[in-house]
């Protein structure tokens, strides 16, 4: 009966009602409108409708009173400069809703753990996986300054864990013997 979609009515009751079809998607969007009880020249639904006791007085009343603010927690109401700060920070493109905040926060479990191996000795640390983290640490800093937005939290974690890495790999070096002081006569 009708071959395009727009052609259609809008439920199965009005199929017998409306036997125009359209011409374009437009037609049937502006008849849609119109059927619905918008206004068709701003497309917007009509207002709703008054509350049902606006007509008496004592009850207007009453619900101002009810829709009025609190004095005596007029304080608590009141959006401080705190809580403003805090929302900026939850909805912040390095906030907790993203990828930008728990990354570096897990990423301090390297600095952590870099600090408990501090009480090992040094011959129980691995020069291979230090060097490694270190350059884990150096590449990732600068991923951090240059990604934008820039994650000042990811820059001070590696930053962090480079240091401690770079402390640890000087006593393994030490250790090895790298770092040896030669004397005066270990230089003939």
């Known amino acids: 009966m009708w071959d395009t979609p727009w052609e259609q ?5 009005l199929r017998a009602a409306v036997h ?7 037609q049937a969007f502006s008849h849609r409108v119109s059927s619905r009880g918008d206004d068709p020249t701003t497309g ?16 207007r009343r009453a619900l101002r009173r009810r829709r009025a603010p609190i004095r005596c927690c007029e304080f608590f109401l009141e959006e401080s400069a705190m809580s403003t700060a805090i929302k900026a920070f939850l909805n912040s493109p ?3 809703k993203t990828t930008h905040f728990w990354g570096p926060v897990a990423n301090w479990g390297f600095v952590l753990a ?17 060097a490694a983290m270190c350059v884990y640490s150096g590449l990732f800093m600068r991923f951090a300054w240059m990604v934008q937005p820039r994650n000042y939290l990811l820059l001070a974690c590696h930053a962090s864990n480079e240091s401690v890495q770079l402390y640890q790999l000087s006593r393994w070096a030490r250790a090895q013997g790298y770092l040896e002081k030669k004397g005066p006569d270990a230089q003939q």
């Open 9 to 13: 009515p809008r439920s199965p009751g």
């Open 20 to 26: 125009q079809t359209y011409s374009s998607p437009v």
């Open 44 to 59: 917007r639904p009509p207002p709703p409708p008054p509350p049902p006791y606006s007509g008496d007085p004592s009850i």
């Open 94 to 96: 390095v906030g907790p």
């Open 114 to 130: 870099g600090l408990v191996d501090m009480n090992k000795p040094p011959e129980m640390v691995s020069g291979n996986m230090t």
